[in-house]
């Protein structure tokens, strides 16, 4: 790894936004691989999820944080402390809005947080590609009068429209420093972490509205057996026995779909087949326990 290189650009960049905007797709899209889960149900993003795009003149630490919102529980202190703690320290900020919902009292909160940020802040407009294009200068507007961005780029996370241009604008921005990690690392979670998260995505699409927020993966083995496989024991933890019921589903079916659509991602990530175990388990008011939110991942210390 090259620390000296001159002329060489780095620097971290924080992705915030309220919930469901597509905050996880655009970093997924600019890494160019799956390293945070996508859903369609809002605060799905609990811990900082740090992604690293690398190209032969420059290096860019995103950081996606949790969608901010108003907690309800100790888990959600625990998010909302993340994302605001993320705006102190990074290089730019990205300010990621919905081209379909337009502007509302969580932007303006969001703003109020972005007030004291001494960093660049791009407007990033996600979801171009679900509204008339006559509609986007309007839209724009509504921003523009709301604080004074450094930049303001359209994009469609989902269909990549765009998202080259954002890139080329991050690094303008940019000063000369080293890179930080290999060229072919995208990620610095361990890769029980990401395995942990793509089996939670599979939970959150196939279940219904009140499962989502309550369930938490654990993995309690992952080895490589004689022939390659990869073992994984996994344990997926929900607050009631009725959650434990709806996963498990109707004589195992449910759990054996995720189970299936898990599997398939967890191979493309670790280029090996795999054989995945899961496990359901009841532990009432976990997200309120700071012992359980340490478990899984969650530590305040951190912060």
Known sequence: MDKTKKGYKSGFVSIIGRPNVGKSTLLNNVIGQKIAIMSDK??????????????????????????????????????????????????????????????????????????SVRTPVFLVINKIDLIHPDKLLEFI??????????????????????VNTLKEQIIEYLTEGPQYYPADQVTDHPERFIVSELIREKVLHLTREEIPHSIAVGIE?????????????????????SQKGIIIGKQGAMLREVGKLARGDIEK?????????????????????????????FSEDEY
């Not at 919905?98 to 303006?108: I, L, R």
């Open 269 to 297: 990530l670790l280029g090996s087949k795999i054989f995945l175990e899961l496990w359901v388990k009841v532990q009432k008011d976990w997200r309120n326990k700071p012992g359980f939110l340490r478990d899984f991942g």
């Open 42 to 115: 809002p605060q799905t993003t609990r811990n900082k999820i740090q992604g690293v795009y690398t190209d032969n003149e420059s290096q860019i630490i995103f950081i996606d944080t949790p969608g901010i919102h108003k907690p309800k529980h100790k888990l959600g202190d625990f998010m909302m402390k993340i994302a605001y703690q993320t705006l102190r320290e990074v290089d730019i900020v990205l300010f990621v809005v919905d081209a379909k919902e337009g502007f509302g009292g969580g932007d303006q909160y969001i703003i109020e947080q972005l007030e």
């Open 141 to 162: 507007d509504q921003y523009r009068t709301k604080f004074d961005f450094a930049e303001i780029v359209p994009i469609s996370a989902l269909q990549g429209n765009n």
């Open 221 to 241: 083995q992952m080895k490589q057996r004689e022939g390659g496989t990869v073992y994984i024991g996994a344990t997926i933890v929900v607050e009631r026995s």
